[in-house]
Nanobody
């Protein structure tokens, strides 16, 4: 059973940085797409970033382009989300997700992802 465990959330000031981690276990991830999503109170879950575990380009939501970076460490089975120049509107619960993608297709639709972590709170104060 695939398990995803996020860590690294917290409280940061406007303009600050945080790095989230997502430790993956319980599967062979070479055909998985790994994504980060976020959900603020009263809002729908929003795509943040994604990559293929097998390598290749990275993908970002418009609101985070140029500020956030998704990366992975194969040896540690961990995906990261480096968040710089944080803004109060980035405040949300951030989720790591895994999508088994046989042909490597990357989707931004949250309901296409098969496994989810428990989420980690990120709060940006103004």
């Amino acid at each position: 059973q695939v398990q995803l465990v996020e860590s690294g959330g917290g409280l940061v000031q406007d303009g600050g940085s945080l790095r989230l981690s997502c430790a993956a276990s319980g599967g062979t991830f070479s055909r998985y797409v790994m994504g980060w999503f976020r959900q603020a109170p009263g809002k729908e879950r929003e795509f943040v970033a994604a990559l293929r575990w097998s390598g290749g380009p990275t993908y970002y939501g418009e609101s985070v382009k140029g500020r956030f970076t998704i990366s992975k460490d194969n040896a540690k089975s961990t995906v990261y989300l480096q968040m710089n120049s944080l803004k109060p509107e980035d405040t949300a619960v951030y989720y790591c997700a895994a999508d088994y993608s046989r042909f490597g297709l990357v989707t931004t639709a949250h309901d296409e992802y098969d496994y989810w972590g428990q989420g980690t709170q990120v709060t940006v104060s103004s």
